[in-house]
């Protein structure tokens, strides 16, 4: 049995300072029992917490750290810039060079704004919206995770097509009232509502994969129906790639899909695990935002030199030739092994990947969205999740999470991974 001790004072210690003793829920392990990790470091594929012990890593920061952690490139990139002052408060040549790299890799995009996290990013693209159309209400999908923004914490409400209750207290009813929410991968109840309600909403937001639910593929006809109903109608179609994005495909799931949005939403990858968010699109629609048109939107560390510096580096190694294949056949090679661990373990488990984010599900079920993928066995998965730490391998601690795959994976740490899965399976 590992040695979690330090870990375990971290939190008492963290636990009278901190709400749960963590900086963001999800972190707190509320979903597979046991208590939060401390790290101490990470290089490549792997994590170390504080008791000494390592990890392979497949939550990378959530996500951002795409070409592994503390890769040399950034970290000597960062060093440089950081000796050139960390914050300015004015606009630097980096932000234009992100801005460039951004909106060449999705042509969707004529204009982006960077912001500081992906929450800011789609609070912000909806404000944009909203006063782009001049209408109040927004529609999202069951199962998504846009950010905690108080408009976006809203489930459906008794009368789902009509108006959102709060999903969380503090959250006004007045602010609920304004989100509609429906199911995932399903067109048609987005038609009649969109048909009915279309003079009074401004947008439609989705992950078109949804991350926030484990890895939920869209339906083909879906994207497409959404494309072509928000078209007919003047509503502003927002894809929120902050996890899709450089992930699903180097272009998002944009490019995948083939599906041009109005608005995308972007973050972690782009910002190679500093802190930013951007948020982007037409130009027509951009161009209402302060200070070129009335709608306000700001950050004192928008644009941050640091954060431009570590998203500039990593894009620039993920733009190299072949890279993102590469990791995409790493994820590829992982999803096989552990198709085959869970057939020979005898584990009723469903696999799901888009590019190099994925998810296992505990149950033999098809997922295509929030309510099929809430069938899975939640118990099963915090018992193969803990048993995989103990193995010595790094998942995300819940099984509404995508796992993420990096550069630095090798086929040596996707071998053992796939070990200690078949343990792990064996045991649930
Ligand atoms: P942040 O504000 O956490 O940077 O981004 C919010 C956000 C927006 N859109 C999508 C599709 C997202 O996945 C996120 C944040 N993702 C979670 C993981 N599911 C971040 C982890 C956390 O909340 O600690």
Redesign the pocket.
């Known amino acids: 049995m590992k040695s979690h001790r330090r870990s375990l004072n971290l939190f008492k210690k963290s636990s009278r300072l901190i709400p749960g003793g963590v900086n ?4 707190a392990f509320k979903a597979v029992g046991g208590r939060p990790l401390f790290i101490e470091k990470a290089k490549g594929a792997k994590i170390y917490d504080v008791d000494g012990n390592s990890y392979i890593d497949y939550v990378l920061s ?2 951002p750290l795409i070409l592994g952690h503390a890769h040399p490139r950034v970290v000597n990139a960062l060093k440089n810039a950081a000796e050139r002052g960390t914050s300015y408060g004015a606009p630097t040549g980096l932000e234009v060079k992100l801005a460039e790299m951004v909106t060449s890799l999705y042509p969707s995009m004529d204009m982006v704004r960077l912001v500081n ?6 609070m912000s693209a909806i404000r944009a919206a909203r006063g782009f159309t001049g209408r109040d209400k927004i529609i999202k999908f069951e199962g ?5 923004a108080d408009g976006l914490l809203v489930k459906a409400g008794s009368g789902a097509a009509t108006f959102g209750v709060p999903d969380s207290p503090g959250v006004p009813k007045s602010y609920a009232k304004n989100t509609i929410t429906l199911p995932f991968n399903d067109i048609d109840s987005v038609s009649s509502v969109v048909k009915k309600e279309h003079r009074n909403i401004a947008c439609i937001i989705l ?1 078109p994969v949804v ?2 639910s484990g890895c939920v593929l869209p339906k083909v006809k879906f994207l497409k129906g959404l494309r072509k109903i928000t078209k007919q109608y003047g509503v502003v179609l927002i894809f ?5 994005g450089f992930r699903v495909s180097l272009g998002g799931a944009q490019e995948y899909y083939g599906i041009k949005p109005d608005m995308t ?1 972007l ?2 990858v782009i910002g190679g695990g500093l ?1 930013v ?1 951007a948020y982007g699109g037409r130009k027509d629609i951009m161009s209402v935002i302060a200070p070129e048109g009335p709608v306000y939107q700001a950050g004192t560390l928008s644009g941050n030199p640091l954060a431009m510096t570590a998203g500039i580096e990593t894009l620039k190694v993920l733009s190299g030739k072949g890279v993102f294949k590469k990791i995409e056949k790493k994820a590829a090679l992982l999803e096989e092994g552990l198709k085959d661990a869970a057939k020979r373990a005898g584990a009723r488990t469903r696999f799901y990947r888009a590019g190099t984010m994925f998810c296992t599900y505990f149950q033999d079920g098809s997922v295509h969205d929030f309510e099929t993928a809430a069938r899975s066995d939640k118990e099963k998965f915090a018992r193969f999740f803990r048993e995989m730490l103990e193995g010595g391998v790094n998942l995300a601690p819940s099984q509404f ?2 796992g993420f795959m990096s550069l630095a994976h090798t086929d040596k740490d996707i071998e053992r991974t796939i070990n200690a899965a078949y343990r792990a399976f064996r045991k649930c």
Do not use: F, L, Q
């Not at 963001?24 to 972190?27: D, I, L, N, Y």
């Not at 998504?144 to 905690?148: A, D």
């Open positions: 963001s829920p999800v972190r959530w996500g996290s992906g929450t800011e990013a789609t998504c995770y846009h950010g905690h992950e991350g926030n929120d790639e902050v996890m899709t939403c973050g972690k802190p968010g999470e995508a």
